[in-house]
């Protein structure tokens, strides 16, 4: 009886929220040690840490322009960072389990997780932050299969990634999940993108209508042990800016034999007032990637689009992303560069990196290399293009090539180096006004994990 009563106020407290997306449903690793704790409860203790050096050649930011660097002449940049995380585990009866994650920050900049080394005989500047808070509940009570509540501050991602990716920072979300059987996936989600600003005198916690809520339902299904299909519907808005946006998304992937595939599919469509003249949403994307695997030697390939706009102002035809700002291809223009995105209304990021596909063609070959158990490679090649360019200018963003090796040193203890080098185009010298250069960035990384 307790089970039951547990699941039925999970669901009314899942419906009693106004938000909604998707979550990956985070396992307490395997490969853990539990440290002491009272009773039954099983405690795991983990965390990293990560060193970066890094090298930035022509990537300026253009006069007046609030964007990212773009490619031109611009001076050399170098400099260290840091990230330190703290992880602890809890499981504390059966299908009862929480995870809370420590993370440097700044209490000034919530969208980072370093700081710069440079400080003599001091601590560093950062601060601590959460991470991750969430607790999770599972069990079969109710419906006599497996359901389950999540609740909290968690990474968040739908299908392949291409509209919806925040496993960089998560979100305040609220996740009721089921698995009728062992092939399908149920999930309806809640999240709290905003909750207003006091300091602009909207009400904040007071006031409804400046919230910017999300609400997602999906569902996956295994159609072989190896070949997932899944889609999803999401829903936000914001009442103060008179946003209803709407994407929906089929996804799936799988291997057969040597070959693996994944891919996505995202259209998008509703309306916004203040700001873009009660503009109609109207983009849409496909991402379509596979690879060949042979012994040692993976051959991969890719090709994504995402729909721009050819002019400023009227409706939205700028396929829109929440993909966060972490590498989701390329290492300068999709990481580190200002990218081609010129109208993106949600997530307010024209001209900044962390706006994924927006705008932007991809054609890329690569391959990966296992030298032996400790080292291995990677290899790519980009071919970039804007869907559309403003004012009939050139579309030909250039092309990217990428390497990356990997050196595991040690148990748990690993050194990369990155480098992407971007040979421009036209595209930025006709969006800019700016003579484009190429653009070169390097990192290397050390990596503690415990």
Known sequence: MKKTFAVIAAVLFVLSFAASAFAIHAEIPADTQAIVAKGSTQINLGGEIRIRGWYYDNLGIPNGAAV???????????????????????????????????ETGNADNLTTDIYSWGRLNQKPNATTTFQEAWIQYTGTGLFGFNAGLKAGHMPLKLGEGIFFDNTQYGDDAIVFFMDPTKELHIGLLTIKASEGSVAAGLGGNNNNSNDLDAYVGLFTYKIAPT???????????????SLKFQNISLHGNGTAGNFGYKFEADFQFGSIGDGHAEADFGGWAVALAGNYKMDKLNLRGMFAYGTGDDEAGGDIDEFQTLVGGIQHYTFVYDYRAGTAATDAALSGLSGRAGTGIANTTVYNLGLDY??????KSKFDAYYLRASESRHGGDKDIGIELDAQLSYQLAKNLNYTINAGFLFTGDFYKDLYGVDSKNATVVNNVLTLSF
């Open 68 to 102: 990212n660097g773009i490619p031109q002449d611009s001076n050399s940049k170098a400099n260290y960072d840091q990230r330190v995380r703290l992880t602890l585990d809890a499981a504390v009866a059966p299908g009862v389990t929480g995870r809370i994650m420590l």
């Open 227 to 241: 070949h997932t299909l899944g889609m999803n519907y999401t829903y936000i808005n914001q009442s103060n800016a």
């Open 370 to 375: 296992q030298w032996n158990k400790d080292i």
